[in-house]
């Protein structure tokens, strides 16, 4: 864990974007459900917990080896997105705490940054649907990088488009899969589990919090 005389001094704040941001892995969850019950097949908290955090491409390559489907990538994200956008227009909510600690970092006028293994439409319709696109001078997709988290490039070319070390830079993430990718940047990697990914291994994280408005946070930004 971090603490307040051994941590770094944070120069940049990096959100990962599904799940961080917004509740949108409970609607991924309820999306995968659907798609696998047309299916006659079950959305495990296995397989969410090996999908979760992962392009599109890698993740419906997971579901598909995993569950023996017969499907292509591109027809299951097809029918996927129809099922998501259905429910996104119903379901989607901010998580709690995130526009306080928006406030609090930009008083603090410390550069931060969206980078996340969704597509950058997906992204912008996200951040735009609560005014928040302009709120965020650097973002980060899928289209960015060559290679998906658990690999750290997303999080090494976050740090060089701001203009700082990945260790001056702290990453919020609420997976598996992110954290080691923030940790592999040598980032201050910081969890923030919620109920779809409470039992992922965060080991590798610097922190683990108990959500955006965990007070230990603030500390932590612009000391």
Do not use: C, W
């Not at 599904?18 to 019950?37: A, V």
């Not at 750290?152 to 740090?159: D, H, N, S, V």
């Not at 080691?180 to 201050?188: F, L, M, P, Q, W």
Request: proline share 5%; hydrophobic share 40%.
């Amino acid at each position: 864990m971090v603490t307040m005389q051994t941590s770094p001094s944070i120069k940049a704040v990096v959100f990962d974007l599904d799940g961080l941001m917004f509740n949108t892995e409970e609607i991924f969850n309820k999306t995968g459900q659907e798609l696998l019950r047309r299916r006659g097949k079950q959305f495990s908290n296995e397989l969410v917990s090996q999908m979760m955090g992962r392009r599109p491409t890698e993740a419906f390559t997971i579901m598909i080896e995993r569950l023996d489907l017969t499907d292509s990538i591109e027809d299951l994200r097809l029918e996927s997105d129809e099922i998501f956008d259905r429910l996104l227009a119903v379901h989607l909510a901010p998580m709690p705490g995130l526009f306080e600690l928006l406030e609090h970092i930009e008083a603090r006028e410390v550069p931060k940054a969206v980078a996340t293994s969704s597509p950058r439409v997906y992204l912008e319709n996200l951040l735009d649907r609560f005014e928040l696109l302009d709120r965020f001078p650097i973002t980060l997709s899928a289209e960015d990088v060559t290679h998906g988290k658990p690999h750290p490039e997303i999080y090494l070319q976050t740090a060089e488009r701001i203009g700082i070390a990945a260790e001056e830079m702290m990453v919020l993430e609420d997976s598996e899969v992110g954290t080691r990718a923030a940790a592999a940047a040598n980032a201050v990697a910081v969890a923030v589990p919620h109920d779809h990914s409470r039992s992922h291994n965060f080991s590798v994280a610097t922190y683990v919090a108990t959500g955006l408005n965990d007070p230990h946070l603030r500390e932590l930004i612009g000391r």
